[in-house]
């Protein structure tokens, strides 16, 4: 199955669109979020957490681009189930492991689209005593936050279509591919 740019899918599938972020240029931007980081949190151990499991791919190459002694932690919410629509309703499945009193959080986004999810885990790592709070989100959908939250750190704004790819699912597949691309099964 041919992409845009004559690339080839990882996966055969006719559900698979255009390549919104290439393989390369992922990495690339990763690199450059991890330095900056590294940079505005020099002399600290940032603890990132990262949303499951869209974030799993993203945490993984983005804590190796940082040169801190920092920490890592996972929370699943629930999120779309099966459709390629936000419910706006929120709800922690597998919570933290690691106390976030006096931390520096950063909390590891696959994609921010209505911003619904991060501003209800916004809202609940605050009130656990974090002594700072950020956010670093791979993908922000263009036009389309319902709530305006500060993100400090992001990778790339896209356009308002339905992507998979490096963590981000529809139906729990695609995962694994190593780049965003548009999904065009049904929804
Ligand atoms: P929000 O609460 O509307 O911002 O939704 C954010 C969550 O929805 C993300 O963490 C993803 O898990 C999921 N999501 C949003 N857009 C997409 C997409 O285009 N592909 C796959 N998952 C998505
Ligand atoms: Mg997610």
């Given at each position: 199955m041919a992409a845009e740019g004559g690339q080839e899918h990882l996966i055969d599938s006719p559900d698979l669109g255009e390549m919104v972020v290439a393989a390369p240029v992922l990495q690339a931007r990763v690199a450059e979020l991890g330095a900056a980081i590294t940079a505005d949190y020099a002399g600290r151990a940032p603890l990132l957490i990262g949303v499951l499991k869209g974030a799993a791919m993203f945490m993984a190459d983005l804590s190796r681009t940082i040169a801190l002694p920092l920490e890592i932690d996972f929370m699943a919410v629930s999120s779309y189930g099966h459709a390629t629509?936000?419910?706006?309703v929120v709800r922690i499945v597998k919570d933290l492991d690691?106390?976030?009193?006096?931390r520096d959080v950063i909390i590891v986004e696959d994609i921010v689209d209505s911003g619904l999810t991060l501003s209800y885990l916004r809202r609940t790592l605050q009130a656990r005593g974090a002594a700072s709070l950020e956010v670093c989100a791979l993908l922000v959908r263009e036009g389309l936050q319902k709530t305006d939250e500060e993100l400090r750190y992001v990778g790339f704004r896209i356009p308002p279509k339905f992507v998979v790819g490096y963590g981000l699912d529809f139906a729990e597949k695609y995962r694994n591919l190593p780049y965003v691309c548009v999904f065009e099964g049904d929804g």
């Amino acid at each position: 199955m041919a992409a845009e740019g004559g690339q080839e899918h990882l996966i055969d599938s006719p559900d698979l669109g255009e390549m919104v972020v290439a393989a390369p240029v992922l990495q690339a931007r990763v690199a450059e979020l991890g330095a900056a980081i590294t940079a505005d949190y020099a002399g600290r151990a940032p603890l990132l957490i990262g949303v499951l499991k869209g974030a799993a791919m993203f945490m993984a190459d983005l804590s190796r681009t940082i040169a801190l002694p920092l920490e890592i932690d996972f929370m699943a919410v629930s999120s779309y189930g099966h459709a390629t629509r936000t419910s706006g309703v929120v709800r922690i499945v597998k919570d933290l492991d690691i106390d976030l009193t006096g931390r520096d959080v950063i909390i590891v986004e696959d994609i921010v689209d209505s911003g619904l999810t991060l501003s209800y885990l916004r809202r609940t790592l605050q009130a656990r005593g974090a002594a700072s709070l950020e956010v670093c989100a791979l993908l922000v959908r263009e036009g389309l936050q319902k709530t305006d939250e500060e993100l400090r750190y992001v990778g790339f704004r896209i356009p308002p279509k339905f992507v998979v790819g490096y963590g981000l699912d529809f139906a729990e597949k695609y995962r694994n591919l190593p780049y965003v691309c548009v999904f065009e099964g049904d929804g």
